[in-house]
């Protein structure tokens, strides 16, 4: 994921200097130099590289997979399970971040920032009326789809605003919402009140493509502003651009497409003064990128050490022992 690996072979060596790092370019049209390094490869650091059957058996002797990321829906689970690879992914390096990027992406549509700067730079209009007037955010309810670490931060911004928080999340136990003093709704009742709409569910199977056609049409009685700061495979983008063109939803801010390299010329969602394109940078900041190169190695570490109960945190199926 990043550029510059120097700090995580750093810390992956601290302790261990006969340690062998290498640092492998994935190239999924010519896995041969990968693959026979891998071969060698007793753990491997990942984020996006699919991590499937025909990847481990091209590795005898890999015993961890540590995912340097909170997201782990890029590894077959059950596959590395049969395989005796262990997989552990980092829960939690950047929820602050992204909390602050939603808002921001909240703050910029609310506040029509995009448009009033593009009416500026390309019509020279000093006008403050020249856009319709927006509510202010303590009149508006913000509709949260996924209330873990990051949908939790993210509600309580919106407290500090004075806005009314509501929720969507069919895995928390209502004791945590109940405490948190944020109402857990059925997804219809979320659409059909919210002025914003902000997802943060992880990706799983059963909800890519989860915003489809059905669900920006229930939004349509309060045109929201739809917020996409999780996985772009959630979103129909075809149904997404067909609510924009209807007026279904007051806008976007989506740091996630449905392709992590999309082809952006000519892109339906460029050049719209209601949407905010950004290319999944939430989680960027100084001390994520810290966080997780660090973590990521730390898991390693403490794997190999045997201090298993260090590890954050395993993801996977319990291994069968093979012999």
């Given amino acids: 994921m990043m550029a510059d690996h120097s700090y995580e072979i750093k810390l992956l060596k601290q302790q261990h200097p006969q340690w062998i790092v290498k640092v ?25 590289i699919p ?21 782990f829906n890029n590894v077959d689970l059950k596959a590395a399970s ?28 609310t506040k029509q920032l995009k448009a009033y700067d593009e009416l500026l730079h390309t019509k020279h209009v000093w006008k403050y009326n020249s856009l319709p ?14 209330l873990g670490k990051i949908g939790q931060k993210v509600a309580h911004i919106a407290k500090a605003f004075g806005m009314q928080v509501l929720a969507y999340d069919p895995f928390l136990p209502q004791e945590v919402a109940a405490k948190l003093r944020i109402p857990l709704i059925s997804v219809n009742q979320l659409y059909q009140r919210s002025d914003i709409i902000t997802n943060h569910m992880r990706l799983t199977k059963d909800n890519r493509s989860f915003f489809d056609k059905s669900a920006f049409e229930k939004m349509s009685a309060r045109r929201p502003t739809f917020i996409n700061v999780a996985r772009g495979e959630s979103v129909n983008e075809e149904a997404l651009l067909d609510a924009l063109d209807k007026g279904l939803i007051k806008g976007a801010g989506l740091d996630v497409l449905s392709s992590e390299k999309p082809d952006l010329e000519g892109h339906p969602l460029l050049n719209r ?28 570490v403490r794997f190999f050490e045997g201090e298993h109960d260090m590890v954050s945190h395993f993801v996977d199926e319990q291994p069968k ?3």
């Avoid at 991590?51 to 997201?71: H, R």
């Avoid at 003064?273 to 390693?300: E, G, K, M, W």
Wanted: glycine share 4%.
């Fill in 133 to 146: 007037p927006q509510k202010r955010l303590a009149k508006q309810t913000l509709g949260i789809l996924g």
């Fill in 82 to 109: 049969a395989y005796g690879v262990r997989v552990c992914a980092i829960s939690d390096y950047c929820s602050d971040d992204v909390a602050e990027f939603t808002f921001s992406l909240i703050l910029s549509l």
């Fill in 51 to 71: 991590i499937d059957t025909m990847l481990l058996a091209e590795a005898p002797y890999l015993k961890l997979i540590s995912v340097n990321a909170m997201g």
């Fill in 321 to 323: 022992i093979l012999i």
């Fill in 24 to 48: 492998l370019v994935y190239d999924p049209n010519d896995l041969t130099e990968f693959n026979h390094e891998l071969a060698d490869a007793d753990a491997l650091i990942t984020a996006f």
């Fill in 273 to 300: 003064p209601n949407v905010i394109l950004t290319p999944h940078a939430a989680f960027y900041s100084v001390d994520s990128v810290t966080d997780l190169q660090r973590i990521s190695c730390q898991n390693v």
